[in-house]
């Protein structure tokens, strides 16, 4: 049982590269979320999604893309990768009425 | 505006002694709060949580105090161990189809031997 699974776990880009950030959970999760951390300042949600074929923006949507074709796959792209969005960012996934599950984190560096 | 406050960046505690990290919030909305754990290059995890029914909940060495009235919550851990050392998260939630949290900042917490 690997809980949620985040790949890859470390990327640099160049400003303006794309790329795409796999998070995958095997616990039949219902919810799914995307997360960053920066220092200073905490989690920063930024899509979710509360089933198969739907997503939502959170607090920090901008230059963020996500899909969810699959219940088990959530997925976050970047279209145009700029310095602002190095940053950590996690996926975590939960059924309802408990709590979150965290994957272990992507750090990206856009250089 | 940040929701969800946590003021001290660290705190550093001797083995054996009672850590106590402290979080405010300024939305009355959330009614339930939870604290994570997050050691370096991992995610975060679930430690203790309460409801906003409940003043106080307690796991082994770990209990969670809820002041609403003045829109604050702490941690106790009693004794603090050394393993207990990470960094810790105070997060809320408001009822709703999704249950987003949103988060604190986070306390680095550091138990002395």
């Known amino acids: 049982n690997a809980g949620v699974t985040q790949t890859p776990k470390f990327r640099v880009l160049k400003t303006g590269q794309s790329m795409t950030l796999l998070c995958a959970q095997d616990m039949n999760h219902e919810y799914m979320y995307w997360y960053r951390q920066d220092p200073g300042m905490g989690l920063r949600l930024i899509h979710y999604?509360?089933?198969?074929?739907?997503?939502a923006k959170g607090e920090v949507p901008d230059g963020y893309n996500v899909s969810r074709l699959k219940k088990q796959n959530f997925l976050l792209g970047l279209e145009s990768a700029a310095p602002s969005q190095t940053s950590v960012y996690f996926c975590a996934s939960r059924v309802q009425g408990y709590g979150y599950t965290f994957g272990s984190g992507t750090r990206l560096t856009v250089v | 505006d940040q929701q969800v406050k946590q003021n001290s960046p660290s705190l550093s505690v001797q083995e054996g002694r009672i850590s106590i990290l402290n979080c405010d919030y300024t939305?009355?909305?959330?009614?339930?709060f939870l604290w994570y754990k997050k050691y370096p290059a991992e995610g975060p995890t679930f430690l203790i949580s309460i409801s906003s029914i409940k003043d106080k909940n307690e796991d082994g060495r770990f209990t969670v105090f809820l002041n609403k009235s003045a829109k604050h919550l702490s941690l106790h851990i009693v004794p603090s161990q050394p393993g207990d050392s990470a960094v810790y998260f105070c997060a809320a939630s408001a009822s709703g189809s999704a249950r987003q949290l949103t988060f604190g900042s986070g306390t680095q917490l550091t138990v002395l031997p």
């Open positions: 939305n009355s909305m959330f009614d339930y």
């Open positions: 999604s509360v089933g198969e074929g739907t997503t």
